[in-house]
Antibody, heavy 124, light 113 residues
Framework: EVQLVQSGTEVRKPGESLKISCKAS????????IGWVRQMPEKGLEWMGI????????RYSPSFQGQVTISVDKSIAAAYLQWSSLRASDTAMYYC?????????????????WGQGTTVTVSS | DIVMTQSPLSLPVTPGEPASISCRSS???????????LDWYLQKPGQSPQLLIY???NRASGVPDRFSGSGSGTDFTLKISRVEAEDVGVYYC??????????FGQGTKLQIK
């Protein structure tokens, strides 16, 4: 079964660092992009960025460039989203999702597999 | 950034009746490959989003055929031919024209009357 399993709920204080994970199984991790999506409380979906595990090519939405770092560990088929200094405004649910391609065409079929989400709460 | 505008934002529907959601983009989503870079997702209450339609009109695997997508350029529509109780949730359109500057619509909340 193709799955993305995310790490558990996190509670941090402002200024602290954090790294959450998204572990893939059931498919060739190296062949698909992984994207990250933010959902603030009672709000809609926001696109953060993507990474290709094959060459660690990470690309960020302008709104999140410099605010987070997306990385992978190919040896354990995991993708990561990290913050060096959290803010209260980072409080949200974060989803990872598999992206079949970035060029619309025969090899593209959207964000077809999603993780269960990781809740991040930042509060003093 | 490309701005995605959905309407309506709230959609009460009687079971068995059809439903339609509009999604408009601030610029054309027609890629040079000839495909429209527009996907539709459904987020059911308490769940992760799930893919319904990709490239404007292709149903994802396992999606019932009562769901259909259409449109090109800047105007797109998601239609449900006969709404069922399990279709409640928030529907989002998403454009993927320019990597990585993807954007979602605001979401349309479908409720059962």
């Amino acid at each position: 079964e193709v799955q993305l399993v995310q790490s558990g709920t996190e509670v941090r204080k402002p200024g602290e660092s954090l790294k959450i994970s998204c572990k893939a199984s059931g498919y060739n991790f190296m062949s698909y992009w992984i994207g990250w999506v933010r959902q603030m409380p009672e709000k809609g979906l926001e696109w953060m960025g993507i990474i290709h595990p094959g060459d660690s090519d990470a690309r960020y939405s302008p709104s999140f460039q410099g605010q987070v770092t997306i990385s992978v560990d190919k040896s354990i088929a995991a993708a990561y989203l990290q913050w060096s200094s959290l803010r209260a405004s980072d409080t949200a649910m974060y989803y990872c999702a598999r992206l079949t391609g970035i060029v619309p065409g025969n090899s593209y079929s959207g964000l077809d597999v999603w993780g269960q989400g990781t809740t991040v709460t930042v509060s003093s | 950034d490309i701005v995605m505008t959905q309407s309506p934002l709230s959609l009460p529907v009687t079971p068995g009746e059809p439903a339609s959601i509009s999604c408009r983009s601030s610029q054309s989503l027609l890629h040079s490959t000839g495909y429209n870079s527009l996907d539709w997702y459904l987020q059911k209450p308490g769940q992760s989003p799930q893919l319904l339609i990709y490239l404007a009109s292709n149903r994802a695997s396992g999606v019932p055929d009562r769901f259909s997508g259409s449109g090109s350029g800047t105007d797109f529509t998601l239609k449900i031919s006969r709404v069922e109780a399990e279709d409640v949730g928030v529907y989002y359109c998403m454009q993927t024209l320019h990597t990585p500057q993807y954007t979602f619509g605001q979401g349309t909340k479908l409720q059962i009357k």
